[in-house]
């Protein structure tokens, strides 16, 4: 069966000076292919490769990376995984496109609701934090996992009440938030960790 591995944990606050410390959660996903949903932010980069170390992968056996959305802290690293298809949708009304940095090249690629990247693998889209913005479903032997991005930074934002700090759209930020909701038994954020969705 499909597994699930948070392999860099996210955080968002600020730091004791004031600044805002940022970093997204990167998600190992191991179906018939290995997949990373989201690549980390500067400092992670040794921390990934050694989490995936962990897992008896490198960076070039990872097959497929999903960027959920093309916010920095979210793609630092994506550089790394040179022989992986790199999804990314860009924009709202764009059909979305994949990378092969090896073979140099890029393959538009209809990337809506429901499309399949591997066994127990699709697509959700969840624009608002960002147009491109997209997430993850996958089924597991615990129930379906929905690997967030910043559609669900942490475990607040599911109380509907919570408006996020950053939305280009807050209509489509809140029906993206009831979208995972509805199909989700737990959610990866992108900020947090996993949590069980209550219902």
Known sequence: MTEVKIVIQGVHGKSIDGKLQIGATAVLIKSDKNILVDTGY?????????AL????LTPDQIDIVIITHMHMDHVVNTYLFENAKIFCKLRKDYIGQYHIPREKCLQRFELIDGTEIAKDVSILLTPG??????SVLVKTEKGNVVIAGDAIADESFVDMSVKPPLATDLIDYDESRKKIIAVADYIIPGHSDMFEVKK
């Open 129 to 134: 934090h960002t147009e491109d913005h997209m």
């Open 42 to 50: 500067f400092e992670d980069k040794e921390a990934l490769i050694s």
């Open 53 to 56: 170390a962990e897992e008896k």
